[in-house]
């Protein structure tokens, strides 16, 4: 699905050209292709469905003084979409986007919205994967990164030479213990997760740090190299 921002030369935008679907949402207009809907069943995907289907019901339990503190919280913290715009979500997607976080790393849900901010990004982030080893080695700063904090690691992986636009390609891969120190293996996880490793594929590296405590995460921190033989 692609994004897109209108200008002077159209005010809107709706129906089809060709096998392209033009339409819009609550966070503005985007184009989607022309397909027949189908549901895709692995364990990542089992998984994220039973903790949104989990959380589903939480929120409909919350009273209304937390669900109203939800929805403030949601109107003072927009997130940013991949066109740099400011959206505001609903408080049940501000409860839903953090507590999932949380769930998925196996900490604690929370029922009210944080009053801490968002963790420090990393300042340093390199990686090496290497195809005959199948390892993959992460060196991380600050390290070790604290009592309260994790790391949330997404991974773009392509074979294809000069591929620049890699966002609609990351994966979670991983997400570390708590006061993770550098040098975290992640090779089976990536393997696991996205293939065997090829020698020259280009591994793209976005990784957050995540506050158990919360379900915040930093600023990404990028990295990109070659798998090395």
């Not at 195809?131 to 690691?153: D, E, K």
């Not at 979670?172 to 293996?185: D, E, P, R």
């Not at 090779?187 to 090829?198: D, F, H, I, K, Q």
Request: hydrophobic share 45%.
């Amino acid at each position: 699905m692609a994004k897109i921002m209108l200008g002077s030369l159209a005010g809107a935008i709706s129906g089809a050209l060709g096998n392209d679907v033009f339409s819009h949402g609550r966070h503005g207009y985007y184009i989607r292709k022309r397909v027949v809907p189908t549901k895709a069943f692995n364990i990542y995907t089992i998984k994220v469905r039973n903790i949104l289907t989990g959380l589903s019901r939480a929120w409909g339990g919350l009273s209304p003084e937390q669900q109203a503190a939800w929805n403030t919280f949601a109107q003072a913290n927009p997130i940013t979409d991949r066109l740099g715009q400011k959206q505001v979500l609903f408080g049940a997607g501000a409860f839903t986007q953090l507590n999932a976080r949380i769930v998925f790393a196996g900490d604690t849900p929370i029922a009210v919205p944080p009053t801490i901010n968002a963790p420090a990004p990393l300042t340093t982030l390199t990686a090496i994967a290497d195809a005959s080893a199948h390892t993959c080695v992460l060196t991380t700063a600050p390290t070790p990164l604290g009592a309260n904090y994790r790391l949330w690691i997404e991974v773009a992986m392509s074979l294809a030479p000069g591929v620049g636009y890699v966002s609609n390609l990351y994966k979670l891969v991983a997400v570390s213990a708590k006061n993770q120190a550098t040098g975290l293996g992640i090779g089976a996880a990536l393997e696991t997760r996205s293939g065997t490793l090829l020698t020259g594929e280009s591994v793209d590296y976005r990784v957050s740090v995540m506050d158990s405590r919360t379900g915040r995460l930093s600023g990404a921190k990028h990295y990109q190299a070659a798998v090395v033989a």
